[in-house]
């Protein structure tokens, strides 16, 4: 649980920064106001992605302890961060890109597409364990209602 909640904190701190950061960038590049750049999506989907969904995990956690099965567990937090991590970090470099005039490439969508992977593999891991500690639970529900 600890390494879901410094994971989640850690996200909300980036997420809050990186609104920080588009705002102070696009004015230090003088781009034009309420022009799209990646950078402006990288606030919430950090937030969203990070923060959010790992404080709902924190709470199946400790509903469900989802993570007694500790090798789908494992699996789910570092694909899912990983692709978190990845699929934020080339929309930060595209979004940068674009405030400064660059042109993006292929290999950032790529990039991207990878880490959109990994989020859809993390997210399938923690379904699987989230099924897992279910009928766990019910199991031990049925146990206890026929010894009653």
Avoid: C
């Amino acid at each position: 649980m600890k390494k879901l909640f410094n994971a989640a904190f850690i996200y909300m701190v980036v997420g809050v920064l990186s609104g920080l950061f588009y705002r102070e960038f696009t004015k230090a590049q003088d781009f034009p106001e309420g022009g799209f750049t990646q950078l402006s999506v990288v606030h919430t989907h950090v937030l969203t992605l990070g923060f959010i969904v790992l404080l709902i995990v924190l709470a199946l956690e400790k509903v469900l302890g989802i993570s007694r099965s500790p090798k789908l567990f494992t699996w789910f937090f570092w694909l899912y961060n990983a692709g978190v991590v990845v699929t934020s970090g080339t929309m930060v470099w595209h979004g940068i890109l674009t405030v400064l005039g660059d042109e993006s490439s292929a290999m950032i969508s790529g990039i991207a597409g990878l880490g959109h992977i990994f989020i859809t593999a993390g997210m399938v891991v923690l379904f699987i364990a989230l099924r897992r500690a279910i009928v766990r639970d019910q199991k031990g529900a049925s146990a206890v209602e026929a010894s009653a």
